[in-house]
């Protein structure tokens, strides 16, 4: 992993799809599920890593309170 801090992760802006625009920490824990199970991070590093770094917490997100964005999940 790179010394990229846990907030500069979360502040990633999404830069593709429907929420486009968006920091990483805003977007639905569905959607950040939807990004790991698609493999979608493997083109963008800095995405590729906050949801390895972040994956146990969105994974596990169902088995507790959902909460609405990554932000609150971690």
Do not use: Q
Request: charged share 40%; with cysteine.
């Amino acid at each position: 992993m790179s010394d990229i801090s846990r907030e500069e992760l979360l502040d990633w802006e999404v830069d593709f799809g429907e929420h486009h625009g968006k920091k990483l920490k805003d977007v639905p824990i569905s959607y950040c599920k939807w990004l790991i199970e698609e493999g979608v991070g493997k083109d963008r590093p800095v995405l590729r890593e906050a949801l390895e770094r972040f994956e146990e917490d969105i994974m596990d997100a169902d088995n507790w309170f959902i909460p609405p964005t990554l932000g609150e999940a971690v």
